[in-house]
């Protein structure tokens, strides 16, 4: 049997965890730079506010509402999501952490010991005690059949008490008939409008399609999915990759034509990929850098440019990728336009510890130190050594004017107690 355990509205839970005048009230996050809202509480909800509503096309329903709004505070959900994720590990050594607040596990054997409902609400107040983060369970023989049973199991929260089981072939039934095509894990919109156009309009209807047809119109991936939805194991847990690309991107807060300005931004981009690498332990051979007008200025001329250039060897030093971006920045760089935004993206990733030696270039090899050292200054003085080309009297960052302490890891950002003496 496999659970699936989702944190129910994760990002607003966080908030409330250390600000509980939240609770039940509606509360929302908006994305990087306060774009538009990417997690609503129940409460937001039911007020209406889709998913993606741009924050400066709502501010009137916030107010008029009394909504919570809050810039992302990743600093946060991400030590929240490792904490519940530590306590979900101690009921079975076998887990996929799925995302930052979805994981899979693997419970093999587990029936014949144990009283399935009863362990699935022992981890719903194990991690509601020690974290303060409400989650759902769906308990099911196979991944996507959890997925569908902890849609119920939210769903209905009342009646099933966070924890929903599908143990049989008439639950199996019944789950699938009431789950839309389009609600179902791994069915895209483009999918489902073609599942829609043949009347396919659950579940239920597309398991019982011919397997045939379905690896026919659908690949082997929609295959694969048809038969784990029909109670047949197909998809088991998997070890989390190593991302494959890795970018840093901006739009800058005002526009800038000054080639000087550009410069200064790349190269903090440059050092923050650089950080990125380290950190997951993988070295780069391509940076592709990137250089765009705003495409919404109508009145001003358009411009947008990329290149890619290849590395001198796999690496993962700052300074290296300083100078590679750079080289890429003059090549696409005009003058007489307005920029809005740039980036960086790292390609051709490979382990920083299987390194291809080379005949005639190799990193420097005071570099590997250098960077350990940066990196541990920077984390203990939140990013004060900076390299050539950063500008030391400037901090490139998000728009986060709505930003939460980051609670759990800043010693200067702890909650505050208030005691009245007696």
């Not at 306590?87 to 994981?103: C, G, M, N, Q, V």
């Not at 008490?161 to 599908?166: F, L, S």
């Not at 991302?243 to 190269?267: C, G, H, P, Q, W």
């Not at 382990?351 to 960077?371: D, I, W, Y």
Request: with cysteine; proline share 3%.
């Amino acid at each position: 049997m496999y659970a699936l355990v989702d944190c129910n509205n994760f990002y607003a839970s966080c908030e409330r965890v250390f600000n509980p005048s939240l609770e039940n009230k509606p509360v929302v996050v908006l994305s990087n730079n306060d774009g538009c809202v990417i997690a609503r509480s129940n409460e937001a909800k039911a007020l209406n506010i889709p998913m993606g509503a741009p924050a400066f096309q709502y501010e009137a329903v916030f107010k008029r509402n009394g909504v919570f709004v809050f810039s992302s505070n990743y600093a946060l959900y991400g030590d929240m999501s490792r904490r519940v994720m530590n306590i979900l590990s101690t009921f079975t050594p076998d887990i996929e952490i799925y995302s930052i607040d979805e994981a899979f596990l693997l419970l093999a054997g587990f029936k014949e010991h144990f009283d399935l409902t009863t362990y699935g609400q022992d981890m719903i107040k194990a991690v509601r005690s020690r974290t303060g983060i409400p989650i759902s369970i769906g308990i099911a023989p196979t991944k996507a059949l959890a997925k569908v049973a902890n849609k119920i199991a939210k769903k209905f929260a009342n009646h099933t008490g966070g924890v929903h089981i599908i143990d049989d072939p008439e639950k199996i039934r019944k789950a699938l008939l009431w789950t839309k095509i389009g609600d179902v894990w791994g069915i895209g919109r483009q999918y489902e409008k073609r599942l829609l156009a043949m009347n396919i309009k659950n579940a239920q209807q597309f398991v019982e399609l011919h397997d045939e047809y379905v690896r026919k119109e659908f690949s082997v991936v929609g295959l694969r999915l048809k038969r784990d939805l029909s109670g047949l194991t197909t998809l088991s847990l998997e070890v989390t990759p190593l991302k494959k690309n890795i970018s840093v991107t901006r739009a800058f807060e005002n526009m800038y034509s000054d080639y000087a300005e550009l410069k200064e931004s790349v190269s903090t981009y440059a050092v923050k990929i650089g950080e990125k690498l380290r950190r997951q332990d993988s070295n780069c051979s391509l940076l592709q850098v990137f250089l765009l007008t705003n495409p919404f200025r109508n009145d001003l001329k358009q411009y947008r440019a990329s290149i890619s250039v290849y590395t001198p060897h796999p690496t993962n030093s700052s300074i290296t990728l300083v100078k590679i971006a750079l080289t890429g920045l003059e090549l696409i760089y005009k003058e007489g336009f307005q920029y809005k935004k740039a980036g960086i993206i790292a390609m051709k990733l490979t382990p920083a510890k299987q390194k291809q030696f080379k005949l005639f270039t190799e990193e420097n090899p005071k570099h590997e130190q250098l960077m350990k050292v940066v990196d541990q200054l920077n984390f203990r003085e939140n990013g004060k050594v900076k390299f050539g080309g950063q500008d030391l009297g400037r901090t490139w960052k998000i728009r986060q004017e709505r930003l939460s302490n980051r609670y759990s890891t800043r010693l200067d950002e702890l909650i505050t107690v208030k005691v009245n003496q007696a």
